[in-house]
């Protein structure tokens, strides 16, 4: 093994550790309520492998100890997962020539595409096929073990892991926090926030995901003059005088304490 | 529910997820390139999509009960804006979390 593929391996399994933690224990979660249902390790197994998709899996077991009707089954899958048709069309290009593509599209997860989407915080990565790749196979191992684990053995854990599932919330915000330092035109996150509350105020929390991909895609399509990112070689008559992201602010001296969320908002 | 029509629910939730999953793929596959319009919602979804699985995650939360995900979430930015390190940023924020959800809330 070269040391460029071991160094991209590392990165993989360091870039994968927040999931590690949120998977193992939400799988661990799954198996341990699926195992009280009647349902044994064969199906803990079979559910993470073929399903792949961590609420869809909570909501499922609601729908066999429910006796849905497969129509019924279809329609929440269509609606809880309906997101994954934005990871696709998000990821088309990039993963074109990437190999091997069915199986990085089959685990194209939240928290996979978190990771995969931007490239904010790929510096220094050799083969990305690999990096992708591995951390890909990591996540969906993560999870099948997570679930085999609570399965067979109960909630082993020698502590209580309450709240710790806000890892996984903590990596969306962070890849979050990291794209807004990472780039100076912020309308797309914006729309990405604001149609979310407003879908989440007037559709509430079970019903808010369709309407809000509508909206963002719909105003997505209406700012497509302004929402490009200035990386895009289109925007160069707009002189940036700061070529590194890393360099655009000194952090420990200019922590917008005060309102973090703004913080390097402005556009100058 | 019989031990067949268990098996079917799983096989039709996984063939649903597996379509939402390709669907994309599938429409703009091949040597065509692809539309500029589809191109340019690659370029942008991206920090759309982040901000919308932020809120979706926080979804569940009403106002009294959370303040721990506000605290932790402030957190999570101050560090992240601070030092760029995502591993900091997340153990910190979820460390912040488990306590104050099991010690303090």
Known sequence: MTTETKSDLRRALTATLPVLTGYVVLGMGFGVILQSRGYGI???????????????????IDLLTGGASLFAAALTTLAVNARHLFYGISMV?????????????????????????SDAGMEGIHNRNLYFF?????????????????????????????????????????VFVEQWLSTKNHISALVGVLASVLCLVFAGPENFLIPAMLLITLALTLLRKQALPPEQPQTEEDPVPVEHPL?????????????????????? | MTELHAVLLVAVTSAVTILLR????????????TPAYVT??????????????????????????????????????????????????????????????????
């Open chain 1, 42 to 60: 064969l199906w803990a197994l079979a559910m993470s492998v073929f399903i792949y998709a961590g609420s869809m899996q909570y909501v499922a």
């Open chain 1, 93 to 117: 290009d990039k993963y074109r020539q990437m190999k091997p593509k069915p199986f990085l599209i089959f685990t194209l997860t939240d928290e996979t595409y978190s990771l995969v989407c």
């Open chain 1, 134 to 174: 591995c951390v890909s196979l990591f996540n969906y191992l993560y999870w099948i073990t997570g679930s085999a684990i609570g399965n067979l053995l109960g909630a082993v854990l020698p502590f209580s892991t309450e709240g710790i599932d806000f890892a996984l919330t903590a990596l969306f915000l962070t």
């Open chain 1, 247 to 268: 360099s655009e602010e000194q952090p420990v001296s200019t922590v917008p304490a005060d309102n973090p969320t703004e913080g390097g908002g402005r556009h100058d």
């Open chain 2, 22 to 33: 390709f669907l994309p793929f599938a429409v703009f596959s091949g040597n065509r390139k």
């Open chain 2, 40 to 105: 340019y919602l690659g370029k942008v979804l991206p920090y759309a999509i982040m901000g919308m699985l932020v809120v979706f995650c926080l979804k569940g939360v009403s106002a009294p009960y959370g303040i721990p995900e506000a605290i932790a979430c402030v957190l999570v930015i101050l560090l992240h804006v601070w030092k760029r390190n995502t591993l900091i940023s997340i153990l910190g924020g979820t460390v912040c979390y488990m306590v104050l959800v099991q010690m303090v809330f």
